[in-house]
Every structure is written in C-alpha cells, then in structure tokens.
C-alpha cells in the first residue's frame, strides 16, 4: 500500500519510484497521489527482473524472504542502485524465528492455498489470539533476565504495544503468502560479498532478535580497477 514511499515522500527526494508485482500497485498510486508530493512513479513488474539506470537509495523492506529466489532479489537490489549509492534491506531472519519455522510456517503451506478471506479470519484470527495474550503478559511482568530464553520474547515486548488488529494483520501476512524464506546471518555476508558493494560500508544488524536490517554503499568504480 506504499506506506513506506508516503513517508519517504515527506522527506521530499528528487524522485521515488516503487516496484511490486501485485495489483497492490494500485492501491500504492491511490496513497501516493493523496499527498502532497508529485514526481513518484509505481510500476507493476518483478523486482528481481528489473533493470533501471539507477538510483541513489534502493530499499526493500520483507520482500526478499518472500521471492523464489531471495538472493536473485538482492542482485536487483545492487544492480539498481547506482555506483555510489546506497542499498537497504530486511528480511526475516532464520535465527530466533524457530517458533515460526517449525509450528507457523508449515500452517503457511496449506493456509496460503485457500480464500484470503478464510485464511484472516477463520486461522490467523484464532491463532494468533494465544500469542496475542503472551505478548501482553511479558509487556506487563518484571523484566527479568532470564525471560530472555522464552520465544520471540523481544519482538513480543516491541509487538506488545500494538493493538489486536495490527496482530493478526502479522499473523495473515505470514500465512497467506505462497513462499517464505526465513534467512541466517551467514546467507546474507556471502550476499554482500558482491564485489560491486564497498566491504567498507556494509552492515547486518539484528532487529527484535528475530529479523536482519542489512546494507552498504555500492563502489565506484569495478573493484578490479
């Protein structure tokens, strides 16, 4: 729904395109156009395809982990980032995620098959209600260090602020795709040992213990100059 673009529009950039493969386009053109900003452009296409001139910041933010291929998704990223410029990305992590690797994820298979409308309502309503009431239980209770060896224990203190709808909205997300790839640490340094990425300037940083913030500057010149 280009929620992200609305925001990078208030910062004012010179120009901000988006990419998505789904009628989710139009809905990110609705958005957009209600603002204030006016040089933006929303392309349906596949990102892991795309071939453009460039650009100073490319960011992808939860869709690695969604493609066939999430490091074909990632050579996009770079390759569409101009020498110089700037990448991000996020991605789900493989590490602390065993909850949903081993109970949520294979649910994901068969729920991802059936009615969007059943999925939301009839799976990830019910059964994210549980987690639901153990978020808010840990938001509340002393924080003592030993809580730490619990489940997704700190994504459930920053997911414990949010209201129940915001909860199953996760929940859906995670069960009505058709493919997810839950990514470790070292899957993303050998990503970045692309030789068109400056080694000086990445990072990976672990975000709720459960997903990866990662990035770095693209070079110059061919590293071989």
């Not at 059936?114 to 924080?143: Q, S």
């Amino acid at each position: 729904n280009a929620g992200l673009m609305v925001h990078m529009a208030s910062w004012q950039p010179a120009y901000l395109e988006g990419v998505d493969l789904g009628d989710s386009v139009l809905t990110a053109e609705r958005n957009l156009g209600a603002t204030s900003f006016k040089n933006w452009k929303v392309t349906k296409g596949d990102l892991v395809s795309l071939e453009t001139d460039g650009f100073d910041l490319v960011y992808s933010i939860g869709v690695l982990h969604h493609l066939k291929s999430p490091s074909d998704g990632f050579n996009s990223l770079v390759r569409n980032t101009k020498k110089g410029g700037t990448f991000h990305g996020w991605v789900y992590a493989r590490e602390g995620n065993g909850v949903i690797v081993y109970i949520v994820d294979p649910i994901r298979k068969i729920a991802s098959r059936l009615p969007w409308w059943f999925t939301k309502y009839c799976i990830a309503t019910p059964l994210v209600f549980p987690y639901y009431l153990y978020a808010k239980l840990l938001n509340i209770i002393p924080r003592f260090s030993w809580l730490k060896i619990l489940p997704l224990y700190e994504y459930s203190l920053w997911i414990a602020k949010r209201e129940f709808v915001f909860f199953r909205h996760v929940a859906f997300d995670q069960l009505v795709t058709p493919q997810t790839t839950y990514i470790s640490r070292a899957t993303i340094e050998s990503w970045l040992q692309n030789t068109e990425i400056d080694q000086k300037s990445t990072y990976i940083i672990m975000r709720n213990r459960n997903s990866w913030k990662f990035g770095g500057k693209k070079v110059y010149e061919n590293s071989f100059n």
